[in-house]
């Protein structure tokens, strides 16, 4: 069966330090991949989604970066961290793009 | 733009009262439509889906979802509320067009009166 692992849960970073949370799948292959950040009180915004190696789309302008070096790992990358950059970050992926997706356990992310 | 609006943010029920969270989307062709549940500092996990076929669904948790097309809806019942329902409910959906995205509506935060 397919999981998917996300680390860390936890990460307090003070503002202007880099970022880099980390994300993979097993048990399938060349699954689209997504980072999505949950603001507190807030619905899920699509940060980045990927349908294969080395192949980013972004969603929103910001600070951050999003790489995929292998089929099943996808990492979330900032140089450096705003205050506005906290929140809840979550990794999924999907079979396809019209396909429901499964979640990680996020990542809760306190810049300071 | 595809839209998925989740009209109630905040939502209280007494434990084993019955439960209908709304969900409204955009209209579109061939909507494909998702409920996930969502813990505190948790991931989301899949509830249910309707892609085609029998307009209501049956999923986990007794969960169920019936799809009307007439009303762009996807709304979630449960017959019997449990305290352990309390969390927040997310419905999403994404359209067969190359290229679109999952999307997901603002969430309804349950919770359960004993």
């Known amino acids: 069966s397919q999981t998917i692992h996300q680390w860390p849960a936890t990460l307090v970073q003070p503002v202007g330090s880099p970022l880099s949370l980390e994300c993979t799948v097993e048990g399938t292959s060349n699954p689209n991949l997504y980072w999505y950040r949950q603001a507190a009180g807030r619905g899920l915004q699509l940060l980045f989604y990927s349908v294969g190696i080395g192949q980013i789309s972004s969603e929103v302008p910001q600070n951050l970066s999003a790489s995929r070096p292998q089929d099943r790992q996808f990492i979330l990358s900032s140089k450096k961290l705003l205050l506005s950059d906290s929140g809840f970050y979550l990794c999924?992926?999907?079979?396809?793009?019209?396909?429901?997706?499964?979640f990680g356990q996020g990542t809760r992310l306190t810049v300071v | 733009a595809q839209s998925v609006t989740q009209p109630d943010i905040h939502i209280t029920v007494s434990e084993g009262a019955s439960l209908e969270l709304r969900c409204n989307y955009s209209?579109?062709?061939?909507?494909?439509l998702f409920w996930y549940v969502q813990s505190p500092g948790q991931g989301l996990q899949l509830l249910l889906k309707y892609f085609s076929g029998d307009t209501l669904v049956q999923g986990i948790k007794g969960f169920e979802a019936e799809f009307k097309r007439s009303q762009s809806s996807f709304n979630l019942r449960k017959p019997s509320v449990h305290w352990s329902d309390a969390a927040e409910y997310f419905c999403a959906v994404v359209y067969n067009n190359a290229g679109n995205m999952l999307t997901f509506g603002g969430g309804t935060r349950l919770m359960v009166k004993p």
């Open positions: 209209y579109g062709a061939t909507p494909y």
């Open positions: 999924a992926w999907s079979v396809r793009h019209n396909t429901e997706a499964f």
